[in-house]
C-alpha cells in the first residue's frame, strides 16, 4: 500500500519560506543584540572615580556651553566657573560650626592665570548671567537651565530639549574639572562635555563609565567643526581619558565610536594635542581613496535619490541667536534675525536706536547682498562699524523700507519697544 504523500503546509504557516528582507533584517538585529551586550560587558563601574566627582546638572551644564557661545561670558569665564565646583568640592568634609573661606588666589592657582584681576572680572560676568553667586563663605550654583538670565530664553530651552538626558545630573570627575580649567581650547572642552553626557552616569550609588558619542553629534550640539572635535577626541585619547573600544565599522557609523571613561584617570600636567602621524615621503596629488581601498559597485540598483527636503548644511534650521562677530548670509536675509542684530548695534553704541538708523541698518544690508560678491557679511560689517552711509543706494533704501513694512506687519513694534 502506497503510503499517501504528506501535506502542504497552507501559505502563512510556519513551513513557508521568509522573505529575504525579513531574514536581513532578523540578522541586524542580531547582529545589533550581540554587539550591545558585548559592550555592556566592557563599562566600568565604580563607588567614585579617582579624586572624588561632583553632580552638575546637565541643563545648567548646556545652559553655560549657550552663554559663552552667544558671547556673553569669555572662554576665561567658563574655566573658573569649572574651577568653582572643584573650590566648592574640596570643603565638603568640613567640621560642624567652620564656614568655608573662599579667595581669588585659589582659583588663579587652579586655572594657571597671572593676574587674580582676571579672576574677579570673570566671577562679575558669571554673576550677571546667573551662573554664579560668589560670597567670602559661600559658592552656589544655578539648579536648573531656568535660573539663567540670557536674551533669548526661548531659543536656549528649544536647543537645550534637542540634547538626550537633560533632566539627569552628570557625575563629573573633579580631575577633569581641573584639566578643562587649565585647558584653553574650547573644542576640548565641548568634547570632553558631549562625551561625559553620553557615557558618564550614576546609578545605583555607583558611577557607570561607557557609551556611544559622534563627532558630528557634538559638532552639531555645541556648535564646532567636526574635525577638531575629532582632533580633540584624539587628544584625550592620548591623555589616557577616554579608551576606545573595539566596534564593527557599521555600529560606529551609525551610534559613533565605543569609548569608555578611565575612572582611574590621573590628569597630565599638560593639556598638549595627540602627535600627529608622520608625512609621508611620496607625493600625492590625486584624489584620496576610497575607504580601506575597497574597489566601488558599478552597479546602479536603488541609486534614484528618495524624495523629500534635502538635508544639506543649507536647510538646517539655525538655533543660535544672531551675533555681529559670528554672521552668516542667512541673517542678511532672514528680517527677524536682522532686527536682533540692530538690537545688539544699538546697544555696543555702533548705531543710534531710532527709526532712520533701522531703516538705514536694513538698507546697508541689502547693499551688501546686491553688491559683494564673496563676503556681503564683511562689507555689512565694515560699512556699519565706520557709518558709511552714503553708500546706500535709493533701491537699497526702497527693499530695506519694504522688508521694514513686512517684519512690522507680522511683529507689530513700538518706537519704545525698540529704543529699549
Known sequence: MRASPAPRSPPGNAGTREAPASRLGDRMT??????TDSFDNLRRMARKPAGGFCFMPAGVLLAAW???????????????????????????????????????????????????????????????????????????????????????ADTMYAWIRTVPNRRRKVPVPRRLLLYLARSQ????????????????YYRQRQCVSGGRCKASW??????????????ARRSLIFAGWLIPQESPQWAMNRWGLAVVINLSWEAPRSTRR?????????????SPPPYENRKLSSRSRNQKPASGPAWG?????????????????????????????FTQAADSGLVRPTESQRLDFFAVAEHALRTAERNPCGLFF????????????????????????RLDEMRPRTREAIAA
Open 274 to 286: 595627540a602627535k600627529s602621524p608622520r608625512r609621508s615621503g611620496r607625493i600625492v596629488t590625486g
Open 66 to 152: 549657550w552663554v559663552f557661545k552667544t558671547e556673553r561670558i569669555r572662554l576665561l569665564d567658563l574655566r573658573v566657573w569649572l574651577a568653582c565646583f572643584e573650590l566648592v568640592a574640596r570643603r565638603c568634609r568640613l567640621q560642624k560650626g567652620r564656614l568655608p573661606r573662599y579667595h581669588w588666589r585659589e582659583i588663579q592657582a587652579l586655572t594657571g592665570l597671572s593676574d587674580a584681576g582676571h579672576v574677579r572680572r570673570a566671577v562679575r560676568r558669571l554673576q550677571e548671567v546667573g551662573l554664579l553667586r560668589w560670597d567670602e563663605t559661600r559658592i552656589t550654583f544655578p539648579a536648573s537651565a531656568q535660573d539663567v538670565r540670557v536674551a533669548h
Open 218 to 231: 557634538i559638532a552639531e550640539v555645541f556648535q564646532v567643526d567636526e574635525r577638531t572635535v575629532k582632533d
Open 382 to 405: 565694515s560699512v556699519i562699524r565706520a557709518g558709511w552711509w552714503h553708500h546706500i543706494s535709493q533701491d537699497d533704501e526702497d527693499r530695506a523700507r519694504s522688508r521694514l513694512r
Open 313 to 341: 548644511s543649507k536647510n538646517k534650521r539655525r538655533l543660535w541667536p544672531s551675533t555681529l562677530r559670528h554672521l552668516a548670509q542667512s541673517d542678511l536675509k532672514d528680517s527677524a534675525r536682522l532686527q536682533a542684530l
Open 30 to 35: 542580531q547582529a545589533y543584540k550581540k554587539q
Open 185 to 200: 581650547r574650547r573644542v576640548l572642552i565641548a568634547t570632553a562635555l558631549g562625551h561625559m553626557l553620553r557615557c558618564m
